[in-house]
């Protein structure tokens, strides 16, 4: 009997420890508020390059991700797509807000690219 408690209790004290812990409290999104900004659609990504392409109403708006990760193509967007400078974005695929440097908007989807090309091939990759 002496033997089965030294090795029960160690571990129910072990399996007590164990818990699930959450990563931190998640920030209730005002989906009513995102879905009257501008939509866009993620249309070219790659993984070894911070910059995006998305296409807008008015064209198409070259992204850098800005401390995150870059959405994958196809995700579904909502901000201020159209206007320079970091935005707070809304990934309704992922469904988080996300931070994003937009670098330049209202272009073609070639004019996208190319800028693309370059920026990812000056910063180092």
Request: hydrophobic fraction near 40%.
């Given at each position: 009997?002496?033997?089965?408690?030294?090795?029960?209790?160690p571990m129910v004290l072990f399996l007590a420890a164990?818990?699930?812990?959450?990563?931190?409290?998640?920030?209730?999104?005002?989906?009513?508020?995102?879905?009257?900004?501008?939509?866009?659609?993620?249309?070219?990504?790659?993984f070894q390059c911070d910059y995006y392409i998305v296409k807008t109403y008015n064209g198409f708006s070259l992204?850098?991700?800005?401390?995150?990760?870059?959405?994958?193509?196809?995700?579904?967007?909502?901000?201020?797509?159209?206007?320079?400078?970091?935005?707070?974005?809304?990934?309704?695929?992922?469904?988080?807000?996300?931070?994003?440097?937009?670098?330049?908007?209202?272009?073609?989807?070639?004019?996208?690219?190319?800028?693309?090309?370059?920026?990812?091939?000056?910063?180092?990759?």
């Amino acid at each position: 009997m002496k033997k089965i408690l030294l090795f029960v209790l160690p571990m129910v004290l072990f399996l007590a420890a164990c818990s699930r812990q959450d990563t931190g409290p998640r920030q209730p999104i005002d989906e009513s508020y995102w879905l009257q900004r501008e939509r866009g659609i993620v249309a070219y990504s790659d993984f070894q390059c911070d910059y995006y392409i998305v296409k807008t109403y008015n064209g198409f708006s070259l992204m850098r991700a800005w401390g995150g990760f870059t959405p994958l193509r196809g995700s579904v967007i909502y901000g201020d797509l159209n206007r320079y400078g970091i935005q707070t974005i809304y990934n309704r695929s992922e469904g988080l807000l996300m931070q994003a440097d937009v670098r330049d908007y209202w272009m073609t989807y070639w004019d996208a690219i190319d800028q693309m090309d370059w920026y990812c091939s000056t910063s180092g990759f």
